[in-house]
C-alpha cells in the first residue's frame, strides 16, 4: 500500500481542511482517504497499519501471548510498543501502558513521535504509571478487560526491583496464566545485556535478553528484537 504521505501527515492535512472549510474532523479525514483510494477514513487507517512493522507483529498474535519487546536503549523498543498498540486499537482492541518509568506528559510525547494521538481512540487507551506495578497490581487493574486487550509493560527488569514484590519468575508465571484465562496480549519491553554486539551479529536473541533475576524466557510465546530502525520476529 503506497499513500502520498504518511498517514500522520494525511491526518494533519485533514485537521487543516477541517478548519479551512469548516467541515467536521470525521467528514475531513473521509476526504482525505477518498484522495488516497479509500472509502472511508477508518479503511485506510486500518490498512496503514496492517503495512507497518507493528501491524504484522500483531497479525502474529494470539490473545493470550506473552511477548517481549526488546533492545539496547535508543533503538526504539518503546515507539515500536506504542505503534503496536495503536495497530491493536484501530482493530477496536483496548491498550493499557503501565510504566515505572514514565510520566502521562513524556508518552503523550511518545506518541506524537509517532504521528499518533491516544485521544483519536475514543478512550481505548489507558496510561498507568503506579509505583505500586507488579504482576498482582496488572491482574488487578486487568482483571475486567475484555479479551483481546493488549497492555504493555514498561519493562521487565523492574517488575521486582521492590523487595516487598514477588520474584520475577514467580510475577511472570502468575501472568501468564492470567492472560491464558482472561485472553490478553502482554508485552513486555525488556532491556538486552550490555555485553551483546551489534557488529558481531545484527539482532540481539533471546540469549541476550538481561536478566539480573532467574527468568525461565520459555514463559514468553514470543519476541521482538529492534537494532538500528530494523526488527526481527523470534519465537520463544
Known amino acids: 500500500m503506497r499513500l ?8 494533519r ?21 477518498a484522495k488516497e483510494g479509500f472509502g472511508s477514513w477508518s479503511l485506510l487507517a486500518a490498512k496503514a497499519a496492517e503495512a507497518a512493522p507493528a501491524g504484522r507483529l500483531l497479525a502474529r498474535l ?6 517481549l519487546m526488546a533492545a539496547r536503549p535508543g533503538q526504539g523498543k518503546t515507539l515500536m510498543s506504542l505503534e503496536l498498540a495503536v495497530a491493536a486499537m484501530t482493530q477496536g482492541n483496548r491498550a493499557v501502558f503501565f510504566s515505572l518509568e514514565y510520566m502521562h506528559a513524556d508518552i503523550l510525547d ?8 491516544p485521544a483519536d481512540f475514543d478512550q481505548l487507551f489507558d496510561f498507568d504509571n503506579s509505583d505500586a506495578i507488579s504482576a498482582g497490581y496488572i491482574i488487578e487493574t486487568l482483571r475486567s478487560a475484555p479479551r483481546g ?24 508465571r502468575a501472568l501468564r496464566s492470567f492472560a491464558r484465562e482472561r485472553g490478553l496480549v502482554l508485552v513486555f519491553i525488556s532491556q538486552v545485556d550490555r555485553s551483546y554486539d551489534s557488529a558481531r551479529k545484527p539482532f540481539p536473541d533471546i540469549g541476550d535478553i538481561r536478566l539480573p533475576n532467574p527468568l525461565d524466557l520459555s514463559l514468553f510465546d514470543k519476541a521482538c528484537f529492534l537494532n538500528r530502525g530494523e ?3 523470534q519465537a520463544t
Open 13 to 33: 492535512q485533514a485537521r487543516l481542511l477541517s478548519r479551512r472549510e469548516n467541515v467536521p474532523l470525521h467528514q475531513a479525514l473521509d476526504r482525505v482517504a
Open 149 to 172: 486487550t493488549l497492555a504493555v509493560i514498561d519493562y521487565l527488569q523492574l517488575l521486582d526491583q521492590k523487595r516487598e514484590n514477588p520474584e520475577l519468575m514467580v510475577q511472570i
Open 62 to 67: 494470539m490473545p493470550g501471548d506473552m511477548v
Open 4 to 11: 502520498s504521505a504518511p498517514v500522520h501527515l494525511l491526518k
Open 110 to 117: 511518545r506518541f506524537r513521535d509517532i504521528g499518533s494521538n
Open 231 to 233: 526488527i526481527q520476529f
